[in-house]
């Protein structure tokens, strides 16, 4: 039997109604900056999402792009400005960043009230200390894909592969918030596959494609695939591939479809968290 598809823009447009009408009750403009370094393809992708949707929902949007080459120096200064802007509601660094660029000292640099990554210590720490607060939106746009099909999160056995501060970390939090009993597994887990098959809730950022296989899947698993691998075919060009085999969804009782499934909860999140900033955050 093949998996239950959980399609990603049908979850995404409820939070983006659920944007709209905060938007209608919001007594000041809401606007989101994005930084870019460099032109990395993927980023510049992403960028242009966010830019689109927010633009779309009748926010003001800016794209702040520099040379791959801006010093750690330039790039805080920009960023202290746009802490400084009283008309700047949201505000985040893309990443991957340049190796030369120490990815904390800019996360920590952020206000973080204008933090719509969430990834300010202040943020995480609110997060796991179960405070309100802005929270990465891969992990809070996975659980609003969750609730939009009715897949219980509640008394779940929950597998996490994947540790980042992004995805893994953010989500094992909310995953705890939401009563789940969770486990967090890494590339350095022993035995990944006898970890995975115990699971009957598993969620796999690791940005390796194709790592969880079939018999990695406990039969009947709801399987979340948080990676969008840019893969080269034999034809020359790039497919996106997830962190999750194809044969899986033989095996899998539903499945998220790389592309078409946690991405477009990405974006529709930043909306909200832009939202919740101009708010001065929170409901
Ligand atoms: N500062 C941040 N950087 C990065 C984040 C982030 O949340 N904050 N997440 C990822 C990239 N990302 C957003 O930035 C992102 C990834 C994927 C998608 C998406 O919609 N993917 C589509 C496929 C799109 C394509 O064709 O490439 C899908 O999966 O269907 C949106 C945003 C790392 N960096
Ligand atoms: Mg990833």
Do not use: F
Request: charged fraction near 15%.
């Amino acid at each position: 039997m093949s998996a239950r598809l959980l399609h990603g823009p049908p979850a995404a447009d409820s939070l983006l109604a659920q944007v709209r009408q905060r938007l209608q009750r919001l007594s000041r403009p809401a606007s989101l900056h994005v930084i870019r370094l460099g032109d990395d393809p993927a980023s510049v992708s992403y960028v242009r999402l966010k830019d689109r949707q927010a633009r779309a929902l009748g926010l003001h949007s800016e794209v702040h792009v520099l040379p791959e080459t801006t010093s750690q120096q330039e790039l805080l200064q920009l960023v202290e400005r746009l802490n400084l802007d009283p008309q700047v509601s949201g505000l985040l660094v893309q990443l991957p960043l340049p190796p030369h660029i120490q990815v904390s000292t800019v996360q920590r640099a952020i206000d973080p009230a204008k933090d719509v990554d969430g990834l300010h210590p202040h943020n995480v720490g609110r997060l796991w200390s179960g405070d309100p607060g802005l929270t990465p939106c891969t992990p809070a746009g996975i659980l609003h894909l969750m609730d939009h099909y009715g897949l219980p999160v509640a008394g779940q056995r929950a597998v996490i592969v994947g540790r980042s501060t992004i995805v893994g970390r953010p989500l094992a939090a909310m995953l705890l918030a939401r009563d789940a009993t969770v486990t967090l597994a890494h590339s350095r887990t022993p035995d990944l596959h006898e970890v995975t098959s115990q699971a009957p809730l598993l969620i796999v950022a690791t940005g390796v494609p194709g790592l969880i296989t079939a018999g990695m899947v406990q039969p009947g698993a709801t399987v979340i695939d948080v990676g969008v691998n840019r893969v080269p075919s034999t034809d020359g060009k790039v497919h996106l591939q997830g962190d999750v085999h194809p044969d899986v969804r033989e095996v899998a009782g539903a499945l998220t479809p790389v592309p078409g499934g946690v991405g477009p909860l990405t974006v529709a999140q930043l909306m909200l968290n832009t939202v919740l900033a101009a708010e001065g955050l929170q409901a």
